[in-house]
């Protein structure tokens, strides 16, 4: 059995991460910095194999007190992200800041303090970047698309770094199946149209990325899409 944490654990695409490493047999560490409900919710369908943890990755401390209460770790995902709408004119300092310490510095602060603990157990680190990492643009979305760019520079610099003891890969999911996308959305009709296979993306689709990144030991400094094809449409 492997000992994994997963930040942003609730999220719609934590969850399903969560879910997936649950299923398999993993001891998972759902990681929240606000939705503890969910996380409880989560560890009362899956038993003692998902376990909830405060986990704040703007909060040094946050993270300290965590990585005391692990006794191992194996597999560190890198999923906690925030996004925002605003025109590069209308963006103000406090937004690209408040972005930029969440999805780089917050996913530094953590992967950070988890190498040690990695070190030991040879383990991997799979970090969630974004289709707009290598497709900006979609307008309204170049502090998130900038920092989405960061996560996958330090994706590929990190595994030069670590290895061969860790290895780190990236996935670059397209746009997520959530219940607030309706057919009436149009960004979900845009997103429909262009991709090859006409559709959003599964969430339990890159959850099986990221076990893939985990499982296939050949694999580090990697960017996997997965975006229904996207990007060749
Ligand atoms: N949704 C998409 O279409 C899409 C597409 C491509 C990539 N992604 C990426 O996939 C990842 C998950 O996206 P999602 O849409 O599933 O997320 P989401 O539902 O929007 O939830 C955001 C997550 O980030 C966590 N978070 C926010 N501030 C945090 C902090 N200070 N410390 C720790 N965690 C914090 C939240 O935790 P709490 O709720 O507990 O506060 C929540 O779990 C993100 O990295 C996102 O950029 C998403």
Redesign the pocket.
Known sequence: MHTIMV??????????ICERFVKAGERVYC??????K??DELADSYGSSLIPIH?????PE?IASVIQELEELDILV??????SVFTPTELVEFEWQRIF???VT?LFR?TQQCIPLLTESKGCIVN?????ALHPGFGGTSH?DA??GA?VAYTKSLAKELGPSIRVNAV?????Q?PYLDDANPLKQHYEERSLLHS??D?GD?AKVVQLLVDCKAMTGELVGVDCGYLMG
């Not at 990681?31 to 503890?36: F, H, I, L, M, R």
């Not at 986990?55 to 909060?59: C, P, S, T, Y």
């Open positions: 930040s942003g654990g609730t999220s719609t695409l934590g969850r399903a990681g929240y910095a606000s939705n503890k969910t996380a986990l704040d990755i703007q909060n946050s890198n999923n906690s992200g925030v996004f310490d969440i999805n917050g953590l969630i970047a974004s289709i707009n998130y920092s989405k996560v670059a999911p397209g746009l997520l959530a959003l993306v969430p890159v």
